[in-house]
Nanobody
């Protein structure tokens, strides 16, 4: 079982920046991919970004491409999401997750989730 803990959320003005962290722990942590998702009130949880743990290749949702950057520190078992040029529509609870199998774009592919961290962007 993988335990995931997010941090770094908060309130920021539009066009501001935040960096989220996701610390992973647990026996023999070694997942091929890790991902970030978000869920706004009244909406379904949606894919934001994913990273290959071994080689660092990345994927992004079109809505965040060019503004968000996902990275990882293998030595610290920590994944990051640098969010720049934030918009009010980025307001959501952000979750990190560890991939079990399948496509990185679908929530059903992940079997371990963090508790979430709130990001609020004011206009």
């Amino acid at each position: 079982q993988v335990q995931l803990v997010e941090s770094g959320g908060g309130l920021v003005q539009a066009r501001g920046s935040l960096r989220l962290s996701c610390a992973a722990s647990g026996r023999a942590f070694s997942r091929a991919f890790m991902g970030w998702f978000r869920q706004a009130p009244g909406k379904e949880r949606e894919f934001v970004a994913a990273i290959s743990w071994s080689v660092g290749s990345t994927s992004y949702a079109d809505s965040v491409k060019g503004r968000f950057t996902v990275s990882r520190d293998k030595a610290k078992n920590t994944m990051y999401l640098q969010m720049n040029s934030l918009k009010p529509e980025d307001t959501a609870v952000y979750y990190c997750a560890a991939l079990n199998s399948g496509s990185v774009y679908y929530t059903g592919s992940y079997d371990s989730w963090g508790q979430g961290t709130q990001v609020t962007v004011s206009s």
